[in-house]
């Protein structure tokens, strides 16, 4: 008699033990309720609680990740893209995690969704592309703004793709390649403008300079007389005759025939 009365006994006491001890890991907090309320947060280490009158929920309060889901987005310029993302936050406030929202993983899971589209379509295409670090990081702040009430701190948002159709895919090829025709035809028209200038500017000096004239005329027949394969024969103007005293040899010439 007295055996089984110990032995219920001890099973009590076992199962009140269990009941009412708690361990709690380094990044676990408890929430504590007393018969029904709120009283307080534990954590971490050794939790005793009363068993039956105090109840627990534990939130772990590592950085956790969301998968958004690939969205259709309307961009700006009237794209349709589908763009998906991942979202980095963690718990920081346990109490209103658990008080302030049912769900606070599959609520957040649909704020980044609207947060996504919503931030996405007010931006072109091109936004999209070149400024994914800026829109990631509107997002977060959007993002962490409204969770911040459920005690929730959005660490970080990273726009992982894209997408686009094919179609597109090969328009903006196209208009690549016109952009850089364009520029290839810019560039050769200021090359040419740069050029007739200096042609200009050269033959406004070599207009005020005579001496200027010849020295190119003789740089020009040492460079044919380098080349002996053929005969070359140039007209000089009697200007430059002048200057080497031959001048009067073709008139005198003609006065030995007369």
């Given at each position: 008699?007295?055996?089984?009365?110990?032995?219920?006994?001890?099973?009590?006491?076992?199962?009140?033990?269990?009941?009412?001890?708690?361990?709690?890991?380094e990044?676990?907090?408890?929430?504590?309720?007393?018969?029904?309320?709120?009283?307080?947060?534990?954590?971490?280490?050794?939790?005793?609680?009363?068993?039956?009158?105090?109840?627990?929920?534990?939130?772990?309060?590592?950085?956790?990740?969301?998968?958004?889901?690939?969205?259709?987005?309307?961009?700006?310029?009237?794209?349709?893209?589908?763009?998906?993302?991942?979202?980095?936050?963690?718990?920081?406030?346990?109490?209103?995690a658990?008080?302030?929202?049912?769900?606070?993983?599959?609520?957040?899971?649909?704020?980044?969704?609207?947060?996504?589209?919503?931030?996405?379509?007010?931006?072109?295409?091109?936004?999209?592309?070149?400024?994914?670090?800026?829109?990631?990081?509107?997002?977060?702040?959007?993002?962490d703004?409204?969770?911040?009430?459920?005690?929730?701190?959005?660490?970080?948002?990273?726009?992982?793709?894209?997408?686009?159709?094919?179609?597109?895919?090969?328009?903006?090829?196209r208009q690549?390649?016109?952009?850089?025709?364009?520029?290839?035809?810019?560039?050769?028209a200021?090359?040419?403008?740069?050029?007739?200038?200096?042609?200009?500017?050269?033959?406004?000096?070599?207009?005020?300079?005579?001496?200027?004239?010849?020295?190119?005329?003789?740089?020009?027949?040492?460079?044919?007389?380098?080349?002996?394969?053929?005969?070359?024969?140039?007209p000089?103007?009697?200007?430059?005759?002048?200057?080497?005293?031959?001048?009067?040899?073709?008139?005198?010439?003609?006065?030995?025939?007369?």
């Amino acid at each position: 008699m007295h055996i089984g009365v110990l032995a219920f006994l001890a099973l009590v006491t076992v199962i009140f033990l269990a009941a009412a001890i708690r361990i709690l890991r380094e990044y676990e907090r408890g929430v504590v309720y007393t018969l029904g309320r709120y009283t307080g947060l534990k954590g971490p280490g050794l939790i005793i609680l009363i068993p039956f009158i105090q109840q627990m929920v534990i939130i772990d309060t590592r950085v956790r990740t969301i998968d958004v889901p690939s969205q259709d987005i309307i961009s700006h310029d009237n794209v349709s893209v589908r763009v998906n993302a991942v979202i980095y936050f963690r718990v920081v406030t346990p109490e209103r995690a658990i008080n302030e929202v049912a769900d606070f993983m599959r609520a957040t899971s649909e704020l980044s969704q609207t947060t996504l589209r919503a931030v996405l379509g007010k931006h072109d295409l091109d936004e999209m592309l070149a400024n994914r670090d800026k829109l990631s990081e509107d997002i977060r702040g959007l993002l962490d703004e409204q969770t911040d009430a459920w005690g929730i701190k959005v660490a970080n948002v990273e726009i992982k793709h894209v997408d686009i159709a094919e179609s597109m895919i090969r328009a903006i090829a196209r208009q690549a390649e016109a952009e850089r025709e364009r520029r290839a035809k810019i560039i050769s028209a200021e090359g040419e403008a740069q050029a007739a200038k200096k042609l200009v500017e050269a033959s406004t000096t070599l207009a005020q300079e005579p001496g200027a004239m010849q020295l190119r005329y003789l740089n020009a027949f040492q460079t044919i007389a380098n080349d002996k394969s053929q005969t070359i024969i140039l007209p000089l103007p009697m200007d430059i005759l002048k200057k080497f005293g031959v001048d009067n040899i073709l008139p005198a010439n003609k006065k030995k025939v007369a």
